[in-house]
């Protein structure tokens, strides 16, 4: 493990930040690896149910460190950042981020395959690759076209702007733009919230919305299987019966 990545567990929610100030959180393989680990031990692990991810002294991440780039290439797919972005794309807990300062490459590309994002008024975002002679990573060239259209995605890429949070709520990338100093606490309250309803009825939710294949008929059979299932479980009969003593109260 690093110091640069702190790791706690509230109740039903597993919390990362990355923690090096000093350069803006930009990643490490060591912050990767260790990342990666969390969530796949979370994978593991019952009792968490969400996952939050945020930067801390104000800034979320300036991205991968160049440095270390540049004196120790990552290889082609076995990189720690690959495994990290593996353990991401392939995690089954809801996934929130609390965007604050930059998120720049990674910390933008990394927010496509979160599931609810609050961002400061502040925060600055950013997918530099080609101005770095690089490429999208992360999925991006598919998710960002699929989430923005192929025009905005273009624009994002190849002339690579920073854009604001309003920017980044209106593209469908941010859930919430709240006040300074807030991103955190409310994208808190949200993951405690999904945390405490019916894990079952979450986790296949989240399974189907991020099912992108198949037909409006093959989707209906498929939730139908789901929701029929889920009527029968121990889950939803809790449920149904409080909610029915309050009704009856």
Known sequence: MTPDIQITQTGNVLEIYLNRPQKKNALTRAMYEAMATALRDAENNPEIRVILLAGTNGAFTAGNDLGEFLNSPPREGDSSGMQFLRALAQSTRVLVAA?????????????????????????????????????????????????????????LFLLAEVFNAETAHQLGLVNRVVEEGQALPVAQELAHRVASKPAAAVALTRRLLRDPGGSVMDRITAEGVHFAAQLQSDEAKEVFHRFLARAKS
């Open 99 to 155: 965007v604050d300062g930059v998120a720049i490459g990674i910390g933008t590309t990394l927010l496509l395959h979160c599931d609810l994002v609050v961002a400061g008024k502040g925060a600055r975002f950013q997918l530099p690759f080609v101005d770095l002679a690089l490429v999208p990573e992360a999925a991006s060239s598919l998710l960002l076209p699929r989430l923005v259209g192929y025009q905005r995605a273009a624009e």
